[in-house]
């Protein structure tokens, strides 16, 4: 087995033995002040179901390596295999030493309070105390800060490496875009004008004429090319009270059936 994984049961270990003596310190504590088992039993019965919530997110956080994922570098005495075994069995540790020091007394009830205090003490100790304060001495000394420092700075770094990349990315695209347009406009008005001609005489082969150019610029860029060119013409329109028949006839060239709705709407 893993140290890694090792460590993590431990710690899980840990939290339900923390838990576990929290429980029974509070049902000594209501029993002391003359609470009745069925008033415990309907406090236990609410708070269960956040308990049991907070654990499984800390349980999950544990499992997805969020906790303790410190640099080593930047904190060698924190991410030790001895700290790390010390900082994990720290509830275990202090639930013997308060049987050690239950020694002597005659009470059930004093036994199981003295070990569960000494297990709580423990872990708020090493957990809440000493482990805070120990990763705050190693950012302090001359290592971790450099380790520090350098990290964040790689960071930086990156994260400008990242940021120079889209840029260049989007300047990329946009000059293809522009390139693109460029020969589509020179593409395009030709076929714009026969468009309009087609559109504004009374007789001949109207629609055979402006299948023939749809189909041209579906050839040229597919449905985008198609749109643009019916675009430039209805620019060429705007002043001219006539209707646009371009959605009609260029129905079944290529997608364009899926886009007329859309573009009658425009």
């Keep these: 087995m893993e140290f890694k994984q090792l460590s993590r049961r431990i710690h899980i270990g840990g ?3 923390f838990m576990l003596c929290a429980a029974v310190l509070l049902v000594i504590a209501l029993r002391q002040a003359g609470a009745g088992w069925l008033l415990i039993f309907s406090l236990s019965g609410f708070s269960a179901v956040l308990v ?13 390596g969020v906790v303790r994922s410190f640099d080593s570098v930047e904190h060698p005495l924190t991410t030790s295999p001895y700290y790390v075994l010390l900082y994990d069995a720290s509830p275990f540790l202090g639930a013997v030493a308060g049987l050690f020091g239950s020694f002597g007394q005659a009470s059930a009830s004093q036994v199981v309070v003295t070990i569960a205090t000494g297990a709580l003490s423990t872990t708020f100790m090493v957990w809440i105390v000493g482990d805070p304060l120990l990763g705050l001495v190693e950012n302090l000394l001359p290592d971790g800060r450099r380790a520090r420092l350098h990290r964040l700075a790689a960071a930086h770094a990156e994260k400008n490496r990242l940021q120079q990349e889209n840029i260049e990315l ?8 522009q390139q693109n347009q460029a020969e589509w406009n020179r593409l395009l008005d030709p076929l714009a004008e026969q468009l309009v001609r087609a559109i504004c005489r009374t007789e001949g082969p109207r629609q055979a004429s402006a299948v023939r150019i749809g189909a041209q610029a579906w050839q040229i860029g597919g449905i985008a090319c198609m749109k643009y060119l019916h675009h430039k013409v209805k620019g060429r329109l705007k002043d001219q009270d006539l209707f646009d028949p371009i959605p009609d006839w260029w129905d079944g060239i290529g997608s364009w059936r899926n886009s007329a709705a859309l573009l009658l709407t425009e």
Excluded at 56 to 64: D, K
């Design 170 to 177: 989007l300047n990329r695209v946009i000059h293809a875009e």
């Design 15 to 17: 939290t339900a033995c």
């Design 52 to 64: 049991l919530l907070l654990v499984s997110v800390y349980v999950y956080a544990i499992f997805r």
